[in-house]
């Protein structure tokens, strides 16, 4: 056990400068690290945002039935079976049926292979629930049905959000589930609240459609304002192109008018969608709308067949920014309310540094100070150890870019702890062995051999609820479990191989004098 080659010497000493190495890049201004890795600071440490979403979900409902309405009407008449007076109020769609074809529309929602009415065989449940109310048949919405609609909600919602904080450039943000309509966003370190605000709350649906003042026109009108909030247009509410469509949207200078817009190219289906729609109507106003607002109303002059135009409204260059981030990510699938904020300042994330600083340098202190006097030289080497394991920990969790937070600080305390306790086992098994044996290899030896069940039980066992923390908590209990796990691996590895390194130079110089520890 003593024993080491000059191979494992040169593997473990070349680990350990690594780390060291790694690690040290923290100290470093951005212009002068060595690579561009460092730890990152959590919410707690460095400051930013905190803020939590809830997604009103009323359009998505609304949308969906107007949908079921559509499917339920096309799908009866393909089989010959007429469906009359087809309502949607309340969230519920009712009919009317012919008698004689009643139960077959029943059967068709109850069925388990219905293709109109999916079935869930988890939750043996539909996703609607038809309820014959004699006259007219009802559908609505089933518990399981809704809570299935509001899941695939959220998760569209927070994909978006996701891609529209990526595109900001946020660094480690920190974006979760709470609930079933609820989506929590952290954003250490951010200096715009009011920016990323203004980009979360706007759902971004886009749609193209034609200026129309016929009350004729067979698609309907509707009075929108302008994005000025003063002028107003009928607009029909047939929809030409939509934002599912668009491939790229980008800020660009027009040189002509001297004005910012945002370009945007559309994919193959929408390029010739639009180019049909302005062939067939040049000379009308075409209104791209943005939320319900129109943000620009230009007359079709020619065939735009190219799949690319742009969208002008007197932006700002940071205005068309914001924009064409926001038609990159995509629309919501709801609108997202701010039901909560808070804002974490840099100077109490700098306090929140320097407590756990000094609970790390008073901890460490006074661990190092009674492991020198308990074991005098070994206490010494066991305190070399214990900076190198520290150091190794910095390093791994700066190559991987980790997020530090100050429960995660409190997991590196514990690690110090957890080391410690490994060789205070080591030492005391040591001394036994020591009393019936008179070799101090063997008994050393013997003592990191019996030792060993011991302290891989504790470790594995504390390795299995950091996994079980990381997996099923969130936010600063995950950076917890993080530095946990990885200070378990750095442990192990310092006691096994650093330390029992120093320990063996030691006993085999020192390896006939008596009371070694």
């Known amino acids: 056990m003593l024993y080491f080659s000059k191979l494992r010497i040169i593997s473990i000493s070349f680990i350990c400068l690594f780390f060291i190495f790694v690690a040290s890049n923290n100290l470093f201004s951005p212009d002068k690290r060595f690579f561009d890795k460092k730890i990152n600071l959590g919410l707690d440490l460095q400051g930013g945002s905190y803020l939590l979403l809830e997604i009103d979900n009323s359009p998505v409902i609304e ?65 609607f629930d038809l309820v014959d109310l004699g006259n007219s048949l009802e559908l609505n919405f089933s518990k399981q049905g809704l809570v299935e ?68 026109d067979s698609f309907g009108v509707e009075k929108l304002k302008h994005e000025n909030g003063i002028d107003e247009d009928f607009v029909s509410k047939r929809i030409i192109l939509s934002g599912d469509n668009l491939l790229d949207a980008q800020p660009r200078m027009d040189n002509q008018n001297n004005e910012t817009v945002v370009s945007f190219t559309l994919d193959r289906v929408g390029a010739k969608r639009f180019g049909k729609a302005t062939s067939a109507n040049i000379g009308r106003q075409l209104a791209i709308i943005l939320d319900g607002k129109i943000i620009s109303a230009p007359v079709i002059r020619d065939t735009i067949a190219s799949g690319s135009g742009q969208i002008s409204g007197g932006f700002t260059f940071q ?58 030289i070994f206490g010494l080497i066991t305190n070399i150890t214990l900076i190198i394991n520290l150091l190794i920990l910095l390093g791994i969790l700066t190559l991987f870019e980790a997020t530090l937070t100050l429960p995660g600080i409190a997991g590196i305390i514990l690690t110090v702890g957890m080391a410690v306790d490994a060789n205070v086992l080591i030492f005391e098994r040591i001394k036994e062995e020591l009393k019936s044996e008179n070799n101090n290899i063997i008994a050393f030896d013997s003592g990191y051999v019996k030792s060993r069940t011991a302290i891989l039980d504790a470790n594995i066992t504390t390795l299995l609820a950091a996994i079980i923390l990381f997996f099923m908590g969130s936010g600063p209990i995950k950076g917890f479990s993080v530095t946990l796990g990885v200070g378990i691996f750095t442990t192990l590895f310092s006691v096994y191989f650093i330390a029992r390194l120093f320990t063996s130079i030691y006993v085999t110089k020192n390896k006939d004098k008596e009371a070694l520890i």
């Open 63 to 127: 949308q969906k039935l107007q949908n079921t309405t559509t499917t339920i009407r096309t799908y009866f008449k393909d089989k010959g079976i007429r469906i009359g007076n087809l309502n949607l109020s309340n969230q519920k769609i009712s009919f009317t049926v012919e008698e004689q074809f009643k139960q077959s529309v029943i059967d068709e929602f109850n069925n388990e292979n219905s293709e109109i009415n999916p079935y869930y065989p988890r939750f043996k449940s539909h996703q």
């Open 149 to 216: 609609l509001k899941n695939s909600s959220q998760d569209q919602a927070l994909e978006i959000v996701r891609r529209r904080i990526d595109e900001i450039g946020t660094n480690e943000p920190n974006i979760l589930k709470r609930g079933n309509d609820r989506v929590l966003v952290e954003l250490p370190g951010l200096d715009d609240p009011k920016r990323i605000k203004s980009l979360l709350g706007k759902t971004a649906n886009l749609t193209f459609r034609f200026v129309s003042n016929d009350n004729q």
């Open 319 to 376: 205005s068309a920014t914001d924009l064409s981030l926001l038609l990159r990510s995509g629309a919501l699938p709801a609108p997202l309310n701010i039901i909560e904020e808070r804002t974490v300042g840099p100077d109490l994330g700098q306090d929140s540094i320097d407590a756990g600083m000094i609970a790390l340098i008073i901890g460490f202190l006074l661990v190092i100070i009674f492991i020198f006097i308990k074991y005098k």
